[in-house]
C-alpha cells in the first residue's frame, strides 16, 4: 500500500501563484509515475499532470501548459506542482494520485492504484 499526502492548497488571487505538494509513504519502491488530478463542483474528475518516476518526463493538460510545473523529488517520494499565472477556471479540489497500472496511460484517472484525500485551490478576488 501506499499513502499520499497532499498539501499547499488555499486561496489565492487571480494571477497569483501557489505550489502543492504530495508525500508519499509506504511501498514506494515501486512507483512508476506520479500525477495531479483536479475535480471542480459538478464537473468529472480531470487530468491536470503527471511525471514519470524514473526518466521524469512530464505530461500536461492543455489548459495548464505553460502555467503548471510538475517536479518530483526521488529522496523524498514527494511531488509537486508549481502553479503560477492561476485562473478563477482552476478553482477545484487538486488530488495527488500513483503508480499506473500496466499496459495504462498516465493521463486517465482510472490507471492510477493510489490517491491522496485532495486539497482545495480556490482562485477568486
Known amino acids: 500500500q501506499v499513502q499520499l499526502v497532499e498539501s499547499g492548497g488555499g486561496l489565492v488571487q487571480p494571477g497569483g501563484s501557489l505550489r502543492l505538494s504530495c508525500a508519499a509513504s509506504g511501498r514506494t519502491f515501486s512507483t512508476n509515475a506520479m500525477g495531479w488530478f483536479r475535480q471542480a463542483p459538478g464537473k468529472a474528475r480531470e487530468f491536470v499532470a503527471a511525471?514519470?518516476?524514473?526518466?521524469?518526463?512530464?505530461y500536461y493538460a492543455d489548459s495548464v501548459k505553460g502555467r503548471f510545473t510538475i517536479s518530483r523529488d526521488n529522496a523524498k517520494n514527494t511531488e509537486y506542482l508549481q502553479m503560477i499565472s492561476l485562473k478563477p477556471d482552476d478553482t477545484a479540489v487538486y488530488y495527488c494520485a500513483s503508480q499506473v497500472r500496466a499496459r495504462c496511460t498516465v493521463t486517465a484517472a482510472g490507471c492510477y492504484e493510489y490517491w491522496g484525500q485532495g486539497t482545495q485551490v480556490t482562485v477568486s478576488s
Open positions: 511525471i514519470t518516476w524514473s526518466g521524469g518526463s512530464t
